[in-house]
């Protein structure tokens, strides 16, 4: 097995009220698992074996793809969360926030909107290009902004897989509440010029 799914850095309650630990069981346990198993089982004895996932991403198309994009952006999603973290970005990422949608809440409220308008399933993101200029961009299936040739950085996955245990056909709820378990000194980490 090439690919292993990492343990996440926190307790499977640990995310109450805003995502349950049955969530918690069933999308990282077994869709996200999945995901890796599918992969593993496609590279292998492929050129892709011995490339770096972000590579794989970038360069592979149909089932391969599919696996190796929900591979990594699960863990993309999963790590950005600690309900003891940061609750405001700071330093760079905070300027460039205020500079080009005037405020973090309306930065957003404009996130929000992009994942509950996005239709059918995707993941909404906040990508940054080579001159560190923000984007919000909406991306259907396995979509990933790695294959625009941004800089990926903050994630909320709109698949219904996603909420539905917790809130039903509320996506926006969902959506809204993320906020209050995002570590924004992760997001801050991964927003590079
Ligand atoms: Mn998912």
Do not use: C
Request: proline share 6%.
């Amino acid at each position: 097995m090439k690919f292993q799914q990492p343990r996440l850095p926190y307790a499977p309650d640990a995310l109450e009220p805003v995502i349950s630990p049955v969530t918690i069981d069933f999308h990282y346990g077994k869709h996200e698992k999945a995901y890796i198993d599918n992969l593993n089982r496609l590279v292998k004895d492929t050129p892709y074996e011995d490339m770096p996932l972000e590579r794989i991403i970038v360069e592979s198309d149909g089932a391969l793809f599919n696996n190796a994009s929900q591979a990594w952006n699960h863990i993309f999603y999963f790590f950005q969360f600690n309900p003891g973290g940061l609750k405001a970005p700071g330093g760079k990422l905070a300027e460039k926030i205020e500079e080009q949608f005037g405020s973090l809440e309306e930065f957003q409220k404009q996130f929000e909107e992009a994942g509950a308008t996005l239709f059918g399933s995707g993941w909404v993101w906040l990508a940054n290009d080579n001159e560190g200029n923000l984007e919000i961009i909406k991306g259907s299936n396995a979509d990933n902004p790695l294959r625009l040739n941004l800089n990926p950085i903050l994630t909320f996955d709109v698949w219904e897989h996603a909420y539905y245990l917790d809130y039903q056909n509320r996506r926006a709820d969902y959506l809204h509440r993320l906020w209050d378990i995002l570590d924004w000194s992760v997001i801050e980490s991964r927003y590079t010029l």
